[in-house]
């Protein structure tokens, strides 16, 4: 599978909006679960926000209300726009994508079959 390219990360305030994008080359969308995920020195992988093949969306407790993700099939592309960002939302944020995942796998790194290369968010206090 061709590998997800994320863009978009930088340094941003507390409080502060990011749109971080992912571009999902020789995938068709409505066959494809794109997820995204952090990743802090020390600490595993965490699941952060997923948009299934069937357009439903899945966030993790901490960044629902924040954090939006969306996706422009046309484009292949995906977004997570963030927005109160917090210190915690610091990290390396992967893309993923995989196959029509279970509801109950979502969250599983081991379901995706294809990871980009993170691009880096970091928020100040």
């Known amino acids: 599978q061709v590998q997800p390219v994320e863009s978009g990360g930088g340094l941003v305030q507390a409080g502060g909006s990011l749109r971080l994008s992912c571009a999902v080359s020789?995938?068709?969308?409505?066959?494809?679960?794109v997820g995204w995920f952090r990743q802090v020195p020390g600490k595993e992988r965490e699941f952060v926000a997923v948009?299934?093949?069937?357009?439903?969306?899945y966030y993790t407790d901490s960044v629902k209300g924040r954090f939006t993700i969306s996706r422009v099939s046309a484009e292949k592309t995906v977004y997570l726009q963030m927005s109160s960002l917090k210190p915690e939302d610091t990290g390396l944020y992967y893309c993923?994508?995989?196959?029509?995942?279970?509801?109950?796998?979502?969250?599983?790194?081991?379901?995706?079959?294809?990871w980009g290369q993170g691009t880096q968010v970091t928020v100040s206090s």
């Open positions: 993923a994508a995989g196959p029509q995942i279970i509801q109950s796998q979502l969250s599983n790194p081991l379901q995706y079959d294809s």
């Open positions: 948009i299934r093949y069937n357009s439903n969306t």
């Open positions: 020789g995938r068709t969308l409505s066959r494809t679960t």
